[in-house]
Structures are given as structure tokens and as C-alpha cells.
């Protein structure tokens, strides 16, 4: 009995890991053609002109903004989809554009620039004009929710002759409606006030150690990656530019740039860590960590939390305190290493990020081998993986 009870605890791990690995499957080109497009077009074009309203190059850089605005919703889709099949991806998609928080155009105009001041961003923050969403980790609660919440109604006996009704209604409608709302109102507002208790934590760290702070901000920045831990770091830089400093804004930038570059790397120096399909993909992903799309590493983070997320931390924070003790500082939001000419003491800058980018790659690397020496390389590791959280 208990064997019996165990496997079914196994089964249900193995299906929630598979549905995971299917949505990242579906995300990883998302990721790499979205930040490509808007990458090439800052390299090109320079930050400034990038941007310029009405332009080709603004509208292709919104295009690859857009794309990545599409990432949570894609991922809960999928992962849905992963566990109740066809039927769940509609549900899924709608939990997935609630874990956003923001309608997806807004989502595209903020990143591109469209909110044109500071000053904007912080007027549309203090009025909630943008709703704090919770990640990718609320998009995959929401996928998983979907997927399952889908299975169990397809088990609700019905005539053979509503089959059209159940499939083109039912489902979508009433699994968007309940897992939208479990989102929106269960996950959505735990999620602003995480954002703006870690806000208000870095605002009372001001006026003390900056090494503190640095840590502090750094690591919030690389640990959900665009989720409502990252914003709340993103918010104090805005908040400390329209004060007149920018030294938060840089360090933030700074923090953010890591994880990318820090994957591709040790996609290198470890790639038996990695599946083909992630060190194929990671030739790329440096470059979305160059222009401060962090979102390039979610992937990875989804696969392999523990070994990418708290390297990326660990040296986020180092290099957010290396930059605020040298004294660096953006005049403006947006920052990456394209913005490093306007950045001032950008040499202080450059080695803060180089100095947290190689403690994060170490530690991502080190970790990697002794998964391999344990489990063996990753493209065989996964199942093994998935029953060791049980034993």
C-alpha cells in the first residue's frame, strides 16, 4: 500500500516536471528571437535612436519587446497544456497573461521606452496605472492550475452530443474564468505587496552601508528575473533617479546584465550540465544579458532553479555593491553595457559587472559538475532527478 501510494507521489512529480520542461521547450525560441530583435536594434541603432517614435527601428524593437512580453503567457500555456492537453492551453494562457500583471500592450510600451520619464514610470507606479504581476513563477502555479483544473473537468460526464460545447466553451471559458481570478485576486495581490515591502526595505537601507544595500538590491534584482522581487529593485532605481540619483539605477543594471551572460558561459566550461538544446541556445543568450534582458535566462532558471538562481543572486549583489561603493550612475532607466558611455565612472561600472559575472559563472559551473558527477550528463538526468526530490 504505502509502495503503491509512493509511486502515485512519483507519478504526479514526473507529470508536473514534464509539463514544466514542455513549456520551457516552447519559450526558449520566444526568448532568443524576442531579445534578439530588440538587441540588434539597440546595437545598430545606439539607445537614443532605437528608439525614435515612429521609425522601422522602433517599430522592430517593439517587436521583439512584444515577443518577450508574451513569455509568461506562453509558458503557462504550454505548461497547461503539457497536463491537460489541448483543451488547457486557453486556460493556461489566460492564467499566464494575469501572472504578466500587465495588459500586454502596456507591458511592450513600458519596455520600449513609451512611458518617456522618469517621472512617468514613477506617477504610473504610485497610481498602479501598471499592476505588479508575479512572474514566471505565478505563470507556472497558473500552468499547472490550468492544466490540472482542465483534466478534472474532462472527467465530468456529458452527452456525446455537447462534445462541441464542452470543448469550444466550457472548458476555455470557465478555466479561464477561475484560474484568471485565482491569479488576479489570490496570487496577484500577495504578489504587489511582496513588490512593495522589498521597495520600501530598500528605501530604509538608504543613508546606511552600501555594501548592504548593493547586496541587497543586487540579489533581488537576478531572483525571479521580471517578477514581482525583481521590480520591487527596479522600482527603488526609478524612484532614486526622479530624486536626482542614479547610482541605485546603475547598480540595478549592473545586477541584471549577469545572469545571461553568466549561463552562456558556463555553458561552456560545463556542458555536460546542459541539454543540446540549451547549449545550442546559449551561443545566444549572452548577448540579451549585454543589453539587460534578463528574461534570457528564465529557461535555465525553470530546468535547474537552485544552481542558476542563487549563483545569479550571489553575484548580482556583489555587483551591485561593487558599483555603488565606486560610485558609478545612469542619468536615465534602461541601463545595460550599450549604455556604459553615458555612464559615469563607467571603469568602476565594467568591473563591478565583470567581478559578480565570474563569481556567478564559478558557482554555476562548480554546481553543474557535481550535478554530473552525481546523476551523470543532463540530457539523462531529469527523470532521476525528479524521483530523487521523493527519496
Known amino acids: 500500500m504505502v509502495k503503491i501510494e509512493r509511486q502515485k507521489k512519483q507519478s504526479v512529480w514526473q507529470e508536473i516536471y514534464r509539463a514544466i520542461l514542455t513549456g520551457v521547450s516552447y519559450i526558449i525560441p520566444l526568448v532568443v528571437a524576442g531579445g534578439l530583435l ?28 512584444s515577443l518577450l512580453a508574451l513569455l509568461v503567457p ?37 519596455s520600449a521606452g513609451k512611458a518617456t520619464t522618469v517621472q512617468d514610470l514613477v506617477t504610473a507606479a504610485n497610481a498602479h496605472v501598471y499592476p505588479v504581476g508575479s512572474g514566471f513563477i505565478g505563470g507556472v502555479i497558473a500552468g499547472l492550475a490550468a492544466g490540472y483544473l482542465v483534466k478534472y473537468l ?16 466550457f472548458y476555455p471559458f470557465v478555466g479561464s474564468f477561475v484560474i484568471g481570478a485565482l491569479i488576479l485576486f489570490v496570487i496577484g495581490d500577495p504578489a504587489a505587496a511582496v513588490t512593495t515591502a522589498l521597495t520600501d526595505l530598500l528605501k530604509g537601507l538608504q543613508g546606511g ?49 549577469i545572469p545571461p ?5 558556463a555553458a561552456v566550461f560545463a556542458p555536460k550540465g546542459y541539454t543540446d538544446e540549451e547549449r545550442s541556445t546559449a551561443k545566444g543568450i549572452w548577448l540579451l544579458g549585454a543589453f539587460g534582458i534578463t528574461e534570457g535566462a528564465i529557461p535555465y532558471a525553470l530546468r535547474d ?24 550612475s545612469l542619468p536615465s532607466a534602461g541601463g545595460s553595457m550599450i549604455t556604459i558611455p553615458i555612464t559615469q565612472n563607467p571603469l568602476n561600472w565594467v ?23 552525481k546523476h551523470g ?9 525528479v524521483g530523487s526530490v521523493l527519496s
Open 377 to 385: 550528463p543532463d540530457e539523462a538526468t531529469h527523470k532521476s532527478e
Open 305 to 328: 532553479p537552485l544552481r542558476i538562481i542563487i549563483p545569479s543572486m550571489i553575484g548580482g549583489g556583489i555587483a551591485a555593491a561593487l558599483s555603488l561603493v565606486g560610485g558609478s
Open 38 to 65: 530588440q538587441s540588434l536594434t539597440l546595437l545598430v541603432y545606439g539607445t537614443g535612436n532605437a528608439s525614435a517614435a515612429g521609425t522601422p527601428q522602433d517599430q522592430i524593437r517593439l517587436l521583439g519587446t
Open 74 to 110: 506562453i509558458l503557462s500555456a504550454y505548461i497547461a497544456y503539457g497536463i491537460g492537453d489541448k483543451a488547457a492551453l486557453i486556460p493556461g494562457l489566460a492564467g499566464g497573461i494575469a501572472a504578466q500583471g500587465v495588459p500586454l500592450t502596456l507591458a511592450a510600451s513600458v
Open 209 to 257: 552601508s552600501l555594501i548592504v544595500l548593493g547586496l541587497v538590491l543586487g540579489a533581488l534584482a537576478c531572483t525571479d528575473m521580471g517578477g514581482p522581487i525583481n521590480k520591487a529593485a527596479y522600482l527603488f532605481g526609478v524612484y532614486a533617479l526622479a530624486e536626482g540619483n542614479g547610482a541605485p539605477y546603475a547598480a540595478f543594471a549592473a545586477a541584471k546584465c
Open 154 to 169: 474532462k472527467k465530468i460526464p456529458y452527452p456525446p452530443s455537447f462534445a462541441g460545447i464542452m470543448t469550444v466553451l
Open 351 to 373: 568591473l563591478a559587472l565583470a567581478t559578480g559575472l565570474a563569481v556567478t559563472t564559478v558557482l554555476i559551473v562548480v554546481a553543474k559538475r557535481v550535478k554530473v558527477r
Open 261 to 265: 551572460i553568466a549561463v552562456a558561459l
